[in-house]
């Protein structure tokens, strides 16, 4: 069973490899965004309260997104493990679901963060060419990223399940590391 938490600044490849790995060992994939996307696609109650802040272009807030995440965590897939994407951005929401691990009898294995330099950041979402990626706007979210989901990697360090990974390599080396912390 793997239930690993993806950790990173923008840019780190933490959702290519969350693919990868979640294909390699046969567990869902589980981003903040999929599973927004999947409960507005679905109507359900609370892709339908998302979709209305959302129709007001305002952010989901964090009671919600934390009801889906316990809404997803509960899913049939999920039995076998899983791997959490952009989730928790902040030590209280590290805290939710440490505690929402618990009341469904469920612990996190590892929370591997993706550790890549500023320049290589920069470097790749510049080349991906989306009209809000300009230098400016890649610093600020380095910044806010820095300010508030730096804190989960001393949270999970904390717990002893953290495990960090050299993302300034190339995709495949990336794999194989995740793989060997994972073996």
Request: with cysteine; hydrophobic share 35%.
């Amino acid at each position: 069973m793997t239930r690993l938490v993806f950790l990173g600044p923008p840019g780190a490849g933490k959702g290519t490899q969350a693919q990868l790995i979640a294909q390699l060992y046969q567990i869902p994939h589980i981003s903040t965004g999929e599973i927004l996307r999947s409960a507005i696609a679905q109507s359900t109650p609370l892709g339908q309260k998302a979709q209305s802040y959302m129709a007001r272009g305002e952010l989901v807030p964090d009671e919600l997104i934390l009801d889906l995440i316990r809404d997803r965590l509960q899913q049939p897939d999920t039995q076998a493990g899983w791997i959490l994407d952009g989730f928790p951005r902040n030590v209280s929401q590290g805290a939710f679901l440490e505690n929402l691990l618990q009341d469904l009898d469920q612990r996190c294995d590892y929370a591997i963060y993706l550790d890549v330099s500023d320049e290589s950041i920069l470097k790749r979402l510049l080349s991906r060419g989306r009209q809000d990626d300009n230098e400016q706007t890649i610093r600020r979210r380095l910044e806010v990223y820095r300010q508030q989901t730096a804190p989960v990697i001393e949270f999970y360090r904390d717990r002893s399940i953290l495990r960090e990974i050299d993302g300034d390599r190339a995709m495949d080396e990336v794999t194989d590391s995740l793989k060997q912390v994972m073996s």
